[in-house]
C-alpha cells in the first residue's frame, strides 16, 4: 500500500513569491493533516480536514496561507507571499477519521527554504 | 510554559546500553500518549501508543506513562545503530480530538 505521497519533497524560493505544495493521502483515509516542522522542533498543527471540511484550522496563518482539499482527497496548502521565517518542513499526515486512537501516518515531507 | 516539554539531547550511547527518553507535560486532560521516531529527511513513524496510564512492551520498546506525575518514558533495551534517530512524544485529548501535541524530539545516536 502506497504512503502519503508529498511534493515537491525541496522548494527554493525568493521571499514574497508564492509557494504551493501538494498531498496526496492514503487511500480510504479521510483525515488530513498539515503540520509545521522548524528545525529542532516537533510538528505543529496547520489544520485539519475530515473530508473535504476544514474542522481545525486554529493555527493556521490565514493572511498568507490557505489550504484547500477538493473532492476530499488531495490537498494543497499554500503561502503567498513566502517570509523567511516560513523556511521549514510542512509535513501532510492521514488517518482514518479523526478519532484519538487512529494512528496518523506522515509524509515524507517538503522543505521550504525562503531566501 | 510549553505543554509537552522534551529533552532535545543531543544523546549518544554505545550499542547494546539501554536508553531512557522522556518527556513530561502540562495538561491532565491528555489522554492518548504516543512516541514517533523520525529519521533524518523522514516524516515521523509511530512507534508505540498507550492509552491513559501503564505500560506498554514491544519488542525492545517499552512504553510507559505515570499520569500522576504527567511523565511518560520510552526505554529501548539492547539498543543499535539503526534505532539512531529523533524520537518524538506526542499526546492528544481523547475522543473526536484527533490533534496531536508533540515534544521537540530528543537526537538519538547509538554508536558501533
Known amino acids: 500500500e502506497a504512503g502519503v505521497v508529498q511534493s515537491p519533497r525541496y522548494k527554493i524560493i525568493e521571499k514574497k513569491q508564492p509557494v504551493a505544495f501538494w498531498c496526496n493521502p492514503i487511500?480510504?483515509?479521510?483525515?488530513l493533516y498539515w503540520y509545521l516542522q522548524n528545525l529542532g522542533q516537533g510538528p505543529e498543527l496547520l489544520i485539519r480536514?475530515?473530508?473535504?471540511?476544514?474542522?481545525?484550522d486554529s493555527q493556521l496563518p490565514k493572511d498568507r496561507f490557505s489550504a484547500e482539499r477538493l473532492k476530499g482527497v488531495d490537498s494543497t496548502l499554500k503561502i503567498q507571499p513566502a517570509e523567511l521565517g516560513d523556511s521549514a518542513v510542512y509535513l501532510c499526515?492521514?488517518?482514518?477519521?479523526?478519532?484519538?486512537?487512529?494512528?496518523?501516518?506522515f509524509g515524507p515531507g517538503t522543505r521550504l527554504t525562503v531566501l | 510554559q510549553k505543554e509537552v516539554e522534551q529533552d532535545p539531547g543531543p544523546l549518544s550511547v554505545p550499542e547494546g546500553a539501554i536508553v531512557s527518553l522522556n518527556c513530561t507535560y502540562s495538561?491532565?486532560?491528555?489522554?492518548?500518549f504516543m512516541w514517533y521516531r523520525q529519521y533524518s529527511r523522514k516524516g515521523p513513524e509511530l512507534l508505540m501508543y498507550?492509552?491513559?496510564?501503564g505500560n506498554k512492551e514491544d519488542g525492545r520498546f517499552t512504553a510507559q506513562v505515570d499520569k500522576s506525575s504527567k511523565y511518560i518514558s520510552l526505554f529501548i533495551r539492547d539498543s543499535q545503530p539503526s534505532d539512531s534517530a529523533t524520537y518524538l512524544c506526542?499526546?492528544?485529548?481523547?475522543?473526536?480530538?484527533?490533534?496531536?501535541?508533540f515534544g521537540k524530539g530528543t537526537k538519538l545516536s547509538v554508536k558501533p
Open positions: 499526515a492521514s488517518s482514518l477519521p479523526g478519532l484519538a486512537d487512529n494512528e496518523q501516518f
Open positions: 487511500s480510504g483515509h479521510n483525515t
Open positions: 480536514y475530515e473530508n473535504e471540511e476544514a474542522v481545525d
Open positions: 495538561n491532565s486532560a491528555f489522554q492518548y
Open positions: 498507550t492509552y491513559s496510564s
Open positions: 506526542a499526546m492528544n485529548y481523547g475522543g473526536s480530538q484527533g490533534n496531536l501535541i
